[in-house]
């Protein structure tokens, strides 16, 4: 397991930008962006294999959220683009994936950030 540290959250209006950054204490297999919405289940946002060029995607961002890595530094973005008010969830960063599960099963990862708010209104 690896310690993750967040950053980037804030609160923007609908159609703006921000970008999401998580730090990871030490060499992961995998990262992956998390949000849970009050009153709604934790899903999954986005996620790549560390090294790896594939990234997977919820559809309800397909197209506006982007993830990328800079290994060198074990850390993983997320640029979200054109944002909308239900985007607005408490956004989590995880890592240290078991072989099993899909990347976008929570699941699948066994350490966890503390959480970045990004609220988005109309």
């Known amino acids: 397991q690896v310690r993750l540290v967040e950053s980037g959250g804030g609160s923007v209006q609908a159609g703006g930008s921000l970008r999401l950054s998580c730090a990871a204490s030490?060499?992961?297999?995998?990262m992956g962006w998390f949000r849970q919405a009050p009153g709604k289940e934790r899903e999954g946002v986005a996620a790549?294999?560390?090294?790896?060029?594939?990234?997977y995607y919820a559809d309800s961002v397909k197209g506006r959220f982007t993830i990328s890595q800079d290994n060198a530094k074990n850390t993983v973005y997320l640029q979200m683009n054109d944002l909308k008010p239900e985007d607005t969830a408490m956004y989590y960063c995880?890592?240290?994936?078991?072989?099993?599960?899909?990347?976008?099963?929570?699941?699948?990862?066994?350490?966890w950030g503390q959480g970045t708010q990004v609220t988005v209104s109309s």
């Open positions: 995880a890592a240290s994936c078991h072989r099993t599960w899909s990347l976008l099963n929570s699941y699948k990862y066994t350490s």
């Open positions: 030490g060499y992961t297999n995998c």
């Open positions: 790549t294999y560390t090294g790896g060029t594939d990234t």
